[in-house]
């Protein structure tokens, strides 16, 4: 049976900070692994190891690590333990602090379902005008993307074109009420396609292509697939460093 990695001890989570206690749990196990001090294949340590370490509960350890397995990082073995299972790029660790992740990646769910539905209606019930809002919006995120300069604010232009052709005001309130995250998602995304292949940025675009084209033919489920395949996979480029090419 493999043997838990073993690390120097990270220092205490900061309580002054007003992020979740779980995901300053999640953050410091999700730096371990972005910095190679835990790769793939590694076990964790256990639970009540972890807890005491960091002087939390185990309720606290458990969500945080139900949450690095939601998120693809971790996977839990029948009585062995959790393991590494995906290891983010070695940059990200420049970007943003490790706690951030947790909060972003929980944003990205909603956005899994609520942008999905959106891009159904948005197909279904665009105006022609609408439609050239989005098509727009896609140009400018195409013409920065072949300059190397795409921007966070360039994609949120995009998505939020989409929602409001969706033509139900709750869905771009949902959106503004996750801005914060929502754009701070983005501008890591959108930073490690800037410092990643062309490949990478190419996906990105061939993604929103996608999801224009199946709007314009008003083909709903198609456009509710490919905004929540364009999603998820922002999200994996984001975790997994096999998939940051």
Do not use: W
């Amino acid at each position: 049976m493999p043997k838990p990695a073993t690390t120097p001890a990270d220092p205490a989570p900061a309580t002054g900070k007003r992020a979740r206690l779980s995901d300053q749990i999640y953050g410091q196990i999700f730096e371990r692994i972005v910095s190679g001090r835990l790769n793939v294949g590694d076990q964790l340590p256990s639970e009540n190891e972890i807890a005491e370490q960091y002087g939390v509960s185990r309720p606290v350890v458990r969500e945080a690590l139900l949450r690095l397995r939601a998120d693809g990082l971790v996977t839990a073995h029948q009585g062995l333990g959790s393991f590494v299972s995906a290891q983010p790029a070695s940059r990200l660790k420049s970007l943003t602090s490790a706690d951030n992740v947790a909060e972003y990646l929980r944003c990205q769910e909603v956005r899994i379902a609520l942008e999905g539905e959106a891009a159904r209606l948005a197909a279904l019930r665009h105006s022609d005008t609408q439609l050239r809002i989005i098509d727009e919006a896609h140009s400018r995120f195409a013409a920065s993307a072949a300059e190397g300069r795409i921007n966070a604010e360039e994609d949120l232009a995009f998505h939020r074109a989409i929602a409001d052709a969706a033509n139900n005001e709750f869905f771009v309130s949902v959106l503004d009420s996750t801005h914060e995250a929502m754009s701070g998602f983005m501008r890591l995304t959108i930073s490690l396609t800037r410092s990643g292949s062309a490949r990478r940025a190419q996906k990105v675009l061939e993604e929103h292509t996608a999801i224009v084209e199946a709007i314009r033919a008003r083909d709903g489920d198609r456009a509710r697939v490919a905004m929540q395949f364009h999603l998820d996979q922002a999200r994996q480029r984001l975790i997994n460093r096999e998939r940051d090419n």
